[in-house]
Nanobody
Framework: QVQLVESGGGLVQAGGSLRLSCVASGYAFGMRAMAWFRQAPGKEREFVATISGSGRSGYSADSVKGRFAISRDNAKSTINLQMNSLKPEDTAVYYC???????????????????WGQGTQVTVSS
């Protein structure tokens, strides 16, 4: 069964840190670029960070640059999102996503992602 399962969300005070993880199963993990997106109440889902199939390249949204870092461990079929210096505006449901098979290049475009996790809630209090 092909699936993505996120974990690590929770409630944190502004300035704090959280580490999200996403475990993939059912496909050749290293053959797909991955990404994190988020969706706040009443807003559209937006790009957060993306990483190539090899893990050697990636980039993040300007709103999180310098605070969030995406990484992956292909041996464990896992990607992570280290979130530091969290702000109340980071509050959202965070989703892990994978591109279609053999698409290893990272991309910010949501329509390029074929597989999605169920999401994990991150709440940052002021």
């Amino acid at each position: 069964q092909v699936q993505l399962v996120e974990s690590g969300g929770g409630l944190v005070q502004a300035g704090g840190s959280l580490r999200l993880s996403c475990v993939a199963s059912g496909y050749a993990f290293g053959m797909r670029a991955m990404a994190w997106f988020r969706q706040a109440p009443g807003k559209e889902r937006e790009f957060v960070a993306t990483i190539s199939g090899s893990g050697r390249s990636g980039y993040s949204a300007d709103s999180v640059k310098g605070r969030f870092a995406i990484s992956r461990d292909n041996a464990k079929s896992t990607i992570n999102l280290q979130m530091n210096s969290l702000k109340p505006e980071d509050t959202a449901v965070y989703y892990c996503a994978a591109r279609s098979a053999n698409y290893v290049s990272p991309t910010t475009e949501i329509q390029n992602y074929a597989l999605w996790g169920q999401g994990t809630q991150v709440t940052v209090s002021s």
